[in-house]
């Protein structure tokens, strides 16, 4: 609703860019959108994804509707519709590569993280060093931006992916979600997408360690 306002003109509460609601980046808005729609539709909470998919469009973010796209060709996998699965994959991928090219900075800034990675990491905050004048505060890669700070302490979290992922669950789809969202910026540095993130990292988790125990 209060995206709804900002397209209006209404700036009581401010944000960078395309309207963002109360989450002051758009980006940050077509995450949490995206990672709750698909939480709706797990739930057959069919009408209210459909309520929230308008800041989809508003957010105008790639990596919100490639998380999608994943998720859904997942889900129809899962019912056994993997062809339109697909289709509809292959179409959301085109609508992406049709949007501005204001991304390909972010290669360069993949590419010069890469390139600069350690065995032991480089600490936390240090990522600000890396630009010079500090105008960049991580990767745009969650993956990239945990080994750049880390180096091989990534390693468990990689393992708790890897648990997480060991198992045959629907909230897989969810957690797809936010793993393809980390492909593109760092949704654990922003509290709905991070915290959503970690709650199906957990359940995941838990779900593995109760089937290796019972042996199911």
């Not at 292959?90 to 590569?97: E, G, R």
């Not at 991304?103 to 600069?116: C, K």
């Amino acid at each position: 609703a209060v995206a709804m306002f900002q397209i209006s003109g209404w700036k009581e509460v401010p944000y960078v860019g395309l309207p963002a609601g109360l989450f002051f980046n758009p980006g940050i808005l077509g995450a949490s959108a995206a990672l709750v729609i698909i939480g709706l539709v797990l739930h057959e909470r069919y009408w209210l994804a459909a309520t929230l998919s308008p800041l989809i469009l508003i957010a105008h973010n790639r990596a919100s509707i490639l998380a999608l796209a994943v998720s859904g060709f997942l889900y129809l996998w899962w019912y056994g519709h993997w062809k339109w699965g697909l289709i509809s994959f292959l179409c959301a991928l085109i609508v992406v590569l049709a949007m501005d090219m204001s991304f390909l900075p972010r290669i360069d800034i993949w590419i010069e993280t890469f390139s600069r990675l350690s065995w032991f990491g480089h600490g936390v905050g240090s990522f600000l060093q890396l630009t010079g004048e500090g105008r960049v505060e991580h990767a745009h890669n969650e993956y990239l931006n945990f080994l750049y700070l880390f180096g091989l302490g990534t390693i468990p979290l990689l393992f708790i992916i890897s648990v997480a992922w060991a198992n045959n669950d629907e909230l897989q789809i969810l957690f797809a979600a936010f793993l393809t969202l980390a492909l593109f910026t760092t949704p654990t540095l922003s509290p709905v997408p991070g915290f959503i993130g970690m709650v199906c990292a957990g359940r995941l988790c838990s779900i593995s360690a109760y089937r290796i125990r019972w042996g199911s």
